[in-house]
T-cell receptor, first 114, second 113 residues
Protein backbone atom coordinates (compact mmCIF):
# COMPACT_ATOMS: atom_id res chain seq x y z
CA UNK A 1 0.00 0.00 0.00
CA UNK A 2 1.44 3.35 -1.03
CA UNK A 3 1.40 5.77 1.90
CA UNK A 4 1.25 8.98 -0.14
CA UNK A 5 0.10 8.61 -3.71
CA UNK A 6 -0.22 11.32 -6.32
CA UNK A 7 -1.50 11.25 -9.86
CA UNK A 8 -0.58 11.71 -12.57
CA UNK A 9 3.15 10.95 -12.41
CA UNK A 10 3.78 12.80 -15.69
CA UNK A 11 1.97 15.75 -17.23
CA UNK A 12 2.86 17.33 -20.56
CA UNK A 13 0.72 20.23 -21.63
CA UNK A 14 0.64 23.47 -23.59
CA UNK A 15 1.01 26.94 -22.16
CA UNK A 16 -2.31 28.44 -21.14
CA UNK A 17 -3.96 25.13 -20.26
CA UNK A 18 -5.37 24.20 -16.85
CA UNK A 19 -4.29 21.03 -15.07
CA UNK A 20 -4.81 19.25 -11.75
CA UNK A 21 -2.71 16.93 -9.63
CA UNK A 22 -4.36 14.72 -7.05
CA UNK A 23 -2.86 13.47 -3.78
CA UNK A 24 -4.08 10.98 -1.21
CA UNK A 25 -2.49 9.71 1.99
CA UNK A 26 -3.54 6.61 3.92
CA UNK A 27 -1.39 7.28 6.99
CA UNK A 28 -4.08 9.02 9.01
CA UNK A 29 -1.95 12.18 9.15
CA UNK A 30 -3.42 15.57 9.99
CA UNK A 31 -1.20 17.70 7.78
CA UNK A 32 -0.55 17.68 4.05
CA UNK A 33 1.71 19.77 1.85
CA UNK A 34 2.56 20.66 -1.70
CA UNK A 35 6.22 21.22 -2.55
CA UNK A 36 7.75 22.33 -5.84
CA UNK A 37 11.17 20.97 -6.87
CA UNK A 38 12.86 23.00 -9.59
CA UNK A 39 15.46 21.94 -12.14
CA UNK A 40 18.22 22.57 -9.56
CA UNK A 41 16.50 20.12 -7.19
CA UNK A 42 15.57 22.84 -4.70
CA UNK A 43 12.44 21.87 -2.74
CA UNK A 44 10.23 24.79 -1.85
CA UNK A 45 7.00 24.61 0.11
CA UNK A 46 3.91 25.97 -1.61
CA UNK A 47 0.98 25.12 0.65
CA UNK A 48 0.21 23.32 3.86
CA UNK A 49 -3.17 22.14 5.13
CA UNK A 50 -3.96 20.95 8.63
CA UNK A 51 -7.24 19.09 9.02
CA UNK A 52 -8.52 20.59 5.75
CA UNK A 53 -7.58 24.14 6.79
CA UNK A 54 -5.00 26.18 4.91
CA UNK A 55 -2.07 26.86 7.24
CA UNK A 56 0.74 27.93 4.93
CA UNK A 57 0.39 29.76 1.66
CA UNK A 58 3.81 30.79 0.46
CA UNK A 59 4.34 33.36 -2.25
CA UNK A 60 2.70 31.35 -4.98
CA UNK A 61 0.81 32.85 -7.94
CA UNK A 62 -2.93 32.71 -7.44
CA UNK A 63 -3.11 30.55 -10.57
CA UNK A 64 -2.30 27.74 -8.12
CA UNK A 65 -5.26 26.69 -6.03
CA UNK A 66 -5.11 23.84 -3.53
CA UNK A 67 -8.24 22.05 -2.38
CA UNK A 68 -8.60 19.65 0.53
CA UNK A 69 -11.97 17.83 0.46
CA UNK A 70 -10.96 15.84 3.55
CA UNK A 71 -7.81 15.42 5.58
CA UNK A 72 -6.66 12.44 3.49
CA UNK A 73 -6.73 14.37 0.21
CA UNK A 74 -5.02 17.49 -1.06
CA UNK A 75 -5.35 18.38 -4.72
CA UNK A 76 -3.56 21.09 -6.68
CA UNK A 77 -5.18 22.91 -9.57
CA UNK A 78 -3.14 25.15 -11.83
CA UNK A 79 -4.73 27.65 -14.20
CA UNK A 80 -3.20 29.27 -17.27
CA UNK A 81 0.00 27.26 -17.15
CA UNK A 82 3.26 29.07 -17.89
CA UNK A 83 6.65 27.76 -19.00
CA UNK A 84 8.09 28.52 -15.56
CA UNK A 85 5.61 26.15 -13.95
CA UNK A 86 7.58 23.21 -15.34
CA UNK A 87 8.88 21.32 -12.30
CA UNK A 88 8.28 18.25 -10.18
CA UNK A 89 5.48 18.74 -7.69
CA UNK A 90 5.56 16.67 -4.52
CA UNK A 91 2.73 16.01 -2.15
CA UNK A 92 3.72 15.17 1.43
CA UNK A 93 2.10 14.52 4.77
CA UNK A 94 3.12 14.66 8.42
CA UNK A 95 1.42 13.44 11.55
CA UNK A 96 1.21 16.69 13.50
CA UNK A 97 1.04 20.43 13.24
CA UNK A 98 3.21 22.37 13.92
CA UNK A 99 5.51 20.11 12.10
CA UNK A 100 8.44 18.58 13.91
CA UNK A 101 8.32 15.01 12.69
CA UNK A 102 8.91 13.09 9.52
CA UNK A 103 7.58 14.19 6.16
CA UNK A 104 6.27 11.38 3.96
CA UNK A 105 6.49 12.24 0.29
CA UNK A 106 4.69 10.96 -2.76
CA UNK A 107 6.63 9.96 -5.85
CA UNK A 108 6.19 13.34 -7.47
CA UNK A 109 4.35 14.62 -10.53
CA UNK A 110 6.60 15.91 -13.30
CA UNK A 111 4.89 18.78 -15.09
CA UNK A 112 6.26 19.91 -18.45
CA UNK A 113 4.75 23.01 -20.01
CA UNK A 114 5.47 23.46 -23.72
CA UNK B 1 19.91 33.50 -0.78
CA UNK B 2 18.77 30.21 0.70
CA UNK B 3 18.29 29.69 4.41
CA UNK B 4 20.19 26.38 4.35
CA UNK B 5 23.28 26.03 2.20
CA UNK B 6 24.66 22.61 1.45
CA UNK B 7 28.13 21.81 0.23
CA UNK B 8 29.35 20.43 -1.96
CA UNK B 9 26.56 20.70 -4.51
CA UNK B 10 27.91 17.73 -6.48
CA UNK B 11 30.18 14.92 -5.35
CA UNK B 12 31.45 12.00 -7.41
CA UNK B 13 33.62 9.44 -5.65
CA UNK B 14 34.84 5.88 -5.99
CA UNK B 15 33.35 3.01 -4.04
CA UNK B 16 35.08 2.62 -0.69
CA UNK B 17 35.94 6.29 -0.18
CA UNK B 18 34.72 8.42 2.70
CA UNK B 19 32.88 11.70 2.29
CA UNK B 20 31.28 14.49 4.29
CA UNK B 21 28.37 16.70 3.29
CA UNK B 22 27.73 19.98 5.10
CA UNK B 23 24.55 21.89 5.82
CA UNK B 24 25.00 25.46 7.09
CA UNK B 25 22.78 28.33 8.13
CA UNK B 26 22.83 31.53 10.15
CA UNK B 27 19.48 30.56 11.69
CA UNK B 28 18.90 28.38 14.74
CA UNK B 29 16.79 25.28 14.22
CA UNK B 30 14.73 23.33 16.74
CA UNK B 31 15.55 20.18 14.81
CA UNK B 32 17.24 19.17 11.62
CA UNK B 33 16.49 16.29 9.31
CA UNK B 34 18.40 14.55 6.54
CA UNK B 35 16.59 13.03 3.58
CA UNK B 36 17.78 10.99 0.62
CA UNK B 37 16.04 11.22 -2.73
CA UNK B 38 16.53 8.73 -5.55
CA UNK B 39 15.61 9.44 -9.20
CA UNK B 40 11.87 9.36 -9.81
CA UNK B 41 11.09 9.13 -6.10
CA UNK B 42 10.26 11.48 -3.27
CA UNK B 43 12.72 12.21 -0.46
CA UNK B 44 12.89 9.64 2.34
CA UNK B 45 13.86 10.52 5.89
CA UNK B 46 17.22 9.21 7.11
CA UNK B 47 17.50 10.84 10.52
CA UNK B 48 16.29 13.65 12.78
CA UNK B 49 18.67 15.41 15.17
CA UNK B 50 17.29 17.59 17.93
CA UNK B 51 19.94 18.39 20.54
CA UNK B 52 22.94 20.65 19.89
CA UNK B 53 26.06 18.51 19.54
CA UNK B 54 24.03 15.36 18.96
CA UNK B 55 25.62 12.57 16.93
CA UNK B 56 23.55 9.79 15.38
CA UNK B 57 24.80 6.78 13.48
CA UNK B 58 22.91 4.80 10.88
CA UNK B 59 25.19 1.95 9.74
CA UNK B 60 27.91 3.70 7.69
CA UNK B 61 26.26 7.12 7.97
CA UNK B 62 27.10 9.50 10.83
CA UNK B 63 25.03 12.63 11.38
CA UNK B 64 26.04 15.52 13.62
CA UNK B 65 24.08 18.56 14.74
CA UNK B 66 26.18 21.62 15.53
CA UNK B 67 26.42 22.82 19.12
CA UNK B 68 24.61 26.06 18.24
CA UNK B 69 21.98 24.16 16.18
CA UNK B 70 22.83 26.18 13.08
CA UNK B 71 24.61 23.51 11.08
CA UNK B 72 24.88 19.80 10.49
CA UNK B 73 27.07 17.29 8.72
CA UNK B 74 26.61 13.87 7.18
CA UNK B 75 29.63 11.59 6.98
CA UNK B 76 29.56 8.39 4.95
CA UNK B 77 32.23 5.77 5.52
CA UNK B 78 33.24 3.36 2.75
CA UNK B 79 30.66 4.66 0.29
CA UNK B 80 28.83 2.17 -1.90
CA UNK B 81 27.01 2.62 -5.23
CA UNK B 82 23.74 2.18 -3.34
CA UNK B 83 24.49 5.44 -1.49
CA UNK B 84 24.07 7.35 -4.75
CA UNK B 85 21.31 9.94 -4.51
CA UNK B 86 20.37 13.49 -3.67
CA UNK B 87 20.94 14.28 0.01
CA UNK B 88 18.79 17.04 1.47
CA UNK B 89 18.99 18.63 4.88
CA UNK B 90 15.86 20.27 6.26
CA UNK B 91 15.55 22.48 9.30
CA UNK B 92 12.56 23.29 11.50
CA UNK B 93 12.88 26.93 12.58
CA UNK B 94 13.04 27.59 16.30
CA UNK B 95 10.62 30.51 16.41
CA UNK B 96 7.49 31.45 14.59
CA UNK B 97 3.97 30.10 14.79
CA UNK B 98 3.91 28.83 11.23
CA UNK B 99 6.75 26.41 11.86
CA UNK B 100 7.71 24.45 8.81
CA UNK B 101 10.59 22.57 7.32
CA UNK B 102 12.96 24.51 5.11
CA UNK B 103 15.05 22.41 2.76
CA UNK B 104 18.67 22.91 1.87
CA UNK B 105 20.04 23.29 -1.62
CA UNK B 106 20.92 19.58 -1.87
CA UNK B 107 24.05 17.51 -2.53
CA UNK B 108 24.02 15.13 -5.48
CA UNK B 109 26.23 12.17 -4.61
CA UNK B 110 27.42 9.65 -7.18
CA UNK B 111 29.38 6.61 -6.00
CA UNK B 112 31.14 4.84 -8.84
CA UNK B 113 31.78 1.09 -8.68
Amino acid sequence: DTAVSQTPKYLVTQMGNDKSIKCEQNLGHDTMYWYKQDSKKFLKIMFSYNNKELIINETVPNRFSPKSPDKAHLNLHINSLELGDSAVYFCASSQYWPHTGELFFGEGSRLTVL
Amino acid sequence: TQLLEQSPQFLSIQEGENLTVYCNSSSVFSSLQWYRQEPGEGPVLLVTVVTGGEVKKLKRLTFQFGDARKDSSLHITAAQPGDTGLYLCAGALLSGSARQLTFGSGTQLTVLP
